[in-house]
């Protein structure tokens, strides 16, 4: 049976939208046109990811 539990809803919204970001993120660290750009991307990628750059 399904529950229409709000605190579930806005925890699946939270994870798709943090998803949405790294994905949109990580594919501007691919195809940036400068280096600069695309260095300052996987910075922003890292920081989400909690890793060292």
């Known amino acids: 049976m399904l529950t229409h539990d709000p605190a579930i809803l806005a925890l699946a919204t939270s994870a ?23 260095r300052e991307a996987r910075t922003i990628v890292a920081l989400l990811l909690n890793r060292k750059s």
Not at 16 to 38: D, K, M, N, Q, S
Request: net charge positive; aromatic share 4%.
């Open 16 to 38: 798709a939208g943090y998803l949405a970001t790294v994905t949109v993120l990580a594919l501007t660290a691919i195809a940036a046109p400068t280096p600069t750009r695309r």
